[in-house]
């Protein structure tokens, strides 16, 4: 029996071996799009009480900002709840929100917050949407009904489970 | 309801790599087999063959058709040139230079382009698994290490914001990154006819660490491919012996 040339069947292997490769590297090339699902950035607000606890809010909480559309609200009727969570501009140095209480008495506040910020462009690959991540520089307020309020996590991201700012209202009785 | 989505994608992802490189493993057997039947049986794998070749037996330069394909059929590709040393038919330490670029202009779903080009480099050695190492082909694995220096330029049209609609910048230019990896690869070589040898690797590719600059993360890096922890690549090389 004659033998193939050593060349000549090497060739053959180079050949067969690269149709196995060409096929394995055609599937592995089918990449899907591994956007992140959970893509809301939102400052996650918890209501303090006066004795730095948690706390429920008792009143009735609107809040409003001023919106290219005219629209202004931003959260409507909050009440009986110790958290709540804002959108975030994505490119405002600051955002300017209304902050109106109102109690069982029609007692009302209205107060003013200023929410200083950082934003940074996030990227995760061209097939994934623009958003933007943000760095809390600085918060300030007018004190009627709010008492004070403070950053808690000043890295605001997909990451929700965290608070960004802790607010404290002033007692009402 | 989101998480168990992003869960399920997760192990679909970790299924279908595990399956591939089940796959890659049955492939290299098969191949390993084969070449066990066409070459002498007379010599070990790894075993250093004793016989008069000398050690030094030349340099031989490459370049990669495949990256210089994926570079001119899609967005992103890279040129890259070897040079590599023959010792004795056995050891091939081997230098890859190249220069990847990604142009992804104003995406159809997104509208996001991205651009990048930046030289890279690679370093590392392939061994000859074949037994008999003296017959012009070679069957080889290798290691390499490599690291790319590259800048992004990321933009989007002005698009509104969500909430406050307002019209919105998105962007960065000329953000600094950088990555270094290390590469396991498999190939196999022909000669062709005279110095000229066709060959083949595959690679699997593993970020050892890696600056993405104030977007965290980026696309295409020269080099290494799109932006992931772990990637598969592939070259297709024309070398010469000189």
Redesign the interface.
Known sequence: MKCQQPYLRFGKLLGLSFVIYYLLFSVSACSSIDCPVENTVATNYAIMGADGEAATLADTLYIWTRRADGQDTLLNRLTGKDSFSLPISYAHPEDTLIFYITDSYHQETLDTVFLKKEDIPHFESVDCAAHFFHHLTAVRSTHYGIDSITIANSHVNYDQSKTHLNIYFKKRY | M??A??TS?SIL?SAISLQ?RR??RV?LLI?AY??SL?TSPAQGFLKWQVDSVPLFRGVAIGFDMAGAAQRLLSDYGQYEVMARVNLHDQYFPTVEVGYGEAQ?ED?I????T?HTKAPYFRIGADVNLLKNKH???RVFAGLRYGFTSYKVN?S?QP????????D?????KDESCNQHWAEVLFG?????AGPLH???S?RYRRRIAHNDG??????YVPGYG??ESTR?G?T?NIIIDI
């Open positions: 989101t998480k989505r992003h994608t992802r591939l796959v890659l492939v191949l084969h070449l066409t992804h995406d779903i997104t509208g996001i991205y017959t012009g082909n990321i989007r698009f509104p914001d969500p909430v406050w609609l307002w919105t910048s998105f962007g960065v196999i070589e022909a000669k062709v066709l060959g083949w595959a104030i977007t965290e993360k980026t696309w799109t932006q598969l592939y297709f």
